[in-house]
């Protein structure tokens, strides 16, 4: 049996247990409390996040069948695209698989055959024949310069009749002789070059032909200068002076021509010496049929061509 002692103990012992669990109770209440109290404000916090969730669910998943619709929108119209071009597409192919059957392989294959046989050397020329021809036209540079005044003439009197200077019968009067003078300056050119071809060594061989055609420009040149001295005086009317001008004009146009081509003549053959006398196979005309040459290759003989009409131009 135990003391009293003992009891006593025990019963304190029990005393202070009693206490400090009655204690650790009210503590863990306490906790259990705060605890609860902040359990309850997480599931108010986790409640709002839920509805925030939901509501970028329900956004995401709107985005979502959005891009899925467009996708498939864009899937028809490439689809449709490519129906609509697909007959466009073949076409073209097959144009282009013929372009290459007929056009370029065949080139290319005569490139080929081409490439295998010896070249043959040829030497080629060119000439500038309106250069060339400047030699004729130097021999008569005075006579140019004069036409080239009366157009002068002509055009400051068109400037002074539309600027209000002069009135138009005024204006009609001296355009009337203006145009004369211009076509007496023009005719006198012709005639200057066939007195200095008639003249020249190496026209000898025409001689005849330019006298002749001489003597048949002769009644032009006073025709010309009649119809001049009658719209000075004033005494022809517009039909008669219209008419005479015309047959005048055509005259010297038909007369010049048979120049010009005497003058062309020349220069071929002008051409044909110097390409025999140094050794050329073929000579080409720069205007209009070369458009691109290389100069290491192809000859200029311009000047050659100049210097060999000068000599046939000496007396």
Known sequence: MLGINQKRVLKVAGSIIAVFVLGAIILLLGVY???NNQVAELEEKSSGYQEQAN?????LERVREDYLTTVAELESLVTQAHKDNTTQITELKAQAEQIWSTG????????VELGSRPILGISIAYINAEDAFTVFTNKVQEERQRAFDKQE?????????MEGAISKEEYENTYDLKQVELLQAQINISMRTIDILTAASGFSDVRGDLEQLREQAQPIVDEIKSLASSVRVGVIELEE??????QARNAFTELDELLTNLATSRIVDGANKVALANGYDLVLRAKNVIIYRNTAKLTDITDMVKA????????
């Not at 509501?55 to 956004?59: D, I, K």
């Not at 065949?106 to 490139?111: D, G, S, T, Y």
Request: proline share 3%.
């Open 33 to 35: 409390r705060s605890i």
């Open 55 to 59: 509501m970028l669910g329900s956004e």
């Open 104 to 111: 370029i392989e065949p080139l290319e294959k005569r490139l």
């Open 153 to 161: 003439e002509i055009i400051a009197l068109q400037r002074q009749y």
């Open 241 to 246: 002076f219209e008419s005479r001008f015309a």
């Open 308 to 315: 060999e009409l000068l000599r046939n131009l000496r007396f």
